[in-house]
């Protein structure tokens, strides 16, 4: 089995690598392909991931290559967790939409638009020479915003499905407040990417009891401590949002806080620059303790259970793989269209995911989904043919936007600061 990772020199892909070491009965990998145009960056990530496969016994061999046609070549699966733009540009991402007095952030609002409109084509682009060369290869994307990059990739034609870590976060995080094992908890996790609830938390299967209840009122403080959301909003909600709720919830307390502190980007460069001088130390053969910080935790679970569950072969019973996914929605929202993308919980086997049946959203959650969805239709048109028009418009539709002299002042700070991304600009 051929693995390949698009980005390959990010600081996350040791935590990754971590994953397939530790987890190679589940996905035995016989090579990992990292793939970066970045020579130096993979240079020190590729002999970091080298020495975790050799402490942990593993046998497979890996290979880092600038060469996109070679890297993915024959691939059974490939992960794309590429920054276009990098670090830099993530941090103008998260300060001229503040300029406006709209929150500043990598996936949500003005700063999420300009990153699909980086992505979009690049993502695209590399995901054709992937048809030509492993033409049978699942595409598990991690890159950010993960419901629209999906969405193009799917209206594209191609086998992919969209990964996010905020589920399988919160599974861990419920299981270490109950005292269970996380494979024991199961989430009502509905929505879309980075706009999801937890409406309920199961112990021990689908169906079983709801603990939702208890852990709210016995964990309610922790848990909306970590949210950033007062208590009583978890306690009027009745759900546990996501952290990217806070955007909505509390968008001017957000702003303000981000126009007197330094921008995530920012404290990420500092990270990664420390992070990538731990990784060129011969003697360091684990993930180091400061990764925990740069983000992604338990990106490495999913994204292995995702591949094992994809690449497992054909004819077996894959009842029981119920993961947390990016995938059409197809009827299971039935307020949106069936080729909308929505995460909730899917079965997930080599013929791809399909979503499990969803009880009604309620008036509350379902008017900000289809709001939403909305403004990524037109982020995604925006992304595949350009035109400031389009962006405009799109901006126009964000729940977080929605007034016209604002969006101007967005869509030409948004076309400014990306120029050179954008062609038709």
């Not at 145009?37 to 970091?48: E, F, I, M, Q, T």
């Not at 009027?236 to 995530?264: C, F, I, K, N, W």
């Not at 949106?336 to 909730?344: C, K, S």
């Amino acid at each position: 089995m051929k693995l390949a990772v698009v980005g390959g020199g990010s600081t996350y892909t040791p935590e990754l690598v971590d994953g397939f070491a530790r987890l190679r009965d589940t996905l035995p990998v016989e090579e990992l392909a990292l793939i970066d145009p970045d020579a130096h960056r993979l240079d020190l990530v590729g002999g970091l991931a080298r020495r975790i496969f050799a402490k942990q016994g593993h046998p497979g061999r890996i290979v880092t290559t600038s060469d996109l046609a070679e890297g993915v070549e024959g691939a059974d699966a490939v992960l794309l967790q590429l920054r276009v733009g990098g670090q830099a540009a993530r941090n103008q991402d998260e300060t001229w939409p503040l300029e406006c007095g709209c929150v500043g952030q990598e996936t949500t609002g003005a700063g999420g638009l300009a990153k699909a409109m980086r992505t979009v084509p690049v993502v695209l682009d590399i995901v054709e020479q992937v048809r030509r060369l492993a033409p049978d290869a699942w595409i598990i994307d991690f890159t950010n915003p993960v419901g629209i990059v999906t969405r193009a990739l799917l209206q594209a034609g191609h086998r992919a499905v969209g990964l996010c870590n905020v589920a399988i976060g919160f599974q861990r995080r419920f299981a270490a407040r109950l005292g269970v094992a996380p494979e024991q908890v199961h989430l009502d996790h509905v929505g879309l990417n980075h706009l999801t609830w937890e409406r309920a938390v199961r112990i021990g299967g689908p169906g079983g009891e709801d603990v939702l209840p208890k852990l709210l009122s016995e964990h309610g403080d922790g848990i909306a401590a970590d949210l950033h959301l007062p208590r009583p909003v978890l306690d009027r909600l009745g759900v546990v949002p996501s952290y990217y709720l806070r955007y909505y919830y509390a968008h001017d307390e957000v702003v303000r806080e981000l126009q007197t502190s330094p921008s995530r980007a920012s404290q990420v460069a500092a990270m990664e620059k420390e992070l990538l001088e731990m990784y060129g130390d011969p003697a360091l053969d684990e993930k180091p303790a400061l990764l925990a910080r740069r983000g992604g935790a338990f990106y490495s679970e999913a994204a292995v259970a995702l591949a094992a569950s994809l690449l497992r072969p054909a004819g077996q019973d894959t009842a029981g793989d119920v993961q947390v996914v990016n995938t059409y929605n197809n009827g299971t929202l039935p307020f949106l269209a069936d080729d909308a993308v929505i995460e909730v919980p899917a079965t997930v086997g080599p013929q791809g995911a399909r979503p499990l049946p969803v009880r009604p959203l309620e008036p509350l959650f379902a008017g900000l989904v289809a709001h939403v969805t909305a403004y990524e239709d037109l982020a995604l048109d925006a992304a595949l043919r350009g035109g400031r028009d389009r962006v405009l418009t799109a901006l126009l539709a964000h729940p977080l936007v929605g007034q016209y002299d604002l969006a101007e002042q967005l869509t030409d700070r948004l076309v400014a600061h990306n120029r050179e991304h954008l062609a038709w600009a």
